[in-house]
Nanobody, 118 residues
């Protein structure tokens, strides 16, 4: 069965750092682009970062560019989001997503909470 399991969230002060991890299983991980999405209460889910299936291309939302870094390890079926210089507006539930264009297929994790508070 397909599983995406996020970890690494928590409570941090503004300016702090966290690294989120997502462990994937049950599908051919190396064929899927991987995304991190986030959703704050009362707001729509938004894409934060994306990495291509081979890891050669990345893209970021303007709000996190220069602060967040997405990476993946296809040998371990893992994707990561390094978050530095966290801001109050980064507070959200963060979700791991796997996407394959060929099949228009998406898989989702259950999310991990990130709270930035002073």
């Amino acid at each position: 069965q397909v599983q995406l399991v996020e970890s690494g969230g928590g409570l941090v002060q503004p300016g702090g750092s966290l690294r989120l991890s997502c462990a994937a299983s049950g599908f051919t991980f190396s064929r899927y682009a991987m995304n991190w999405y986030r959703q704050a209460p009362g707001k729509e889910r938004e894409s934060v970062a994306v990495i291509s299936s081979g890891g050669g291309n990345t893209n970021y939302a303007d709000s996190v560019k220069g602060r967040f870094t997405i990476s993946r390890d296809n040998a371990k079926n893992m994707v990561y989001l390094q978050m530095n210089n966290l801001k109050l507006e980064d507070t959200a539930m963060y979700y791991c997503n796997a996407h394959r264009d060929l099949l228009a297929r998406d898989y989702w994790g259950q999310g991990t909470q990130v709270t930035v508070s002073s």
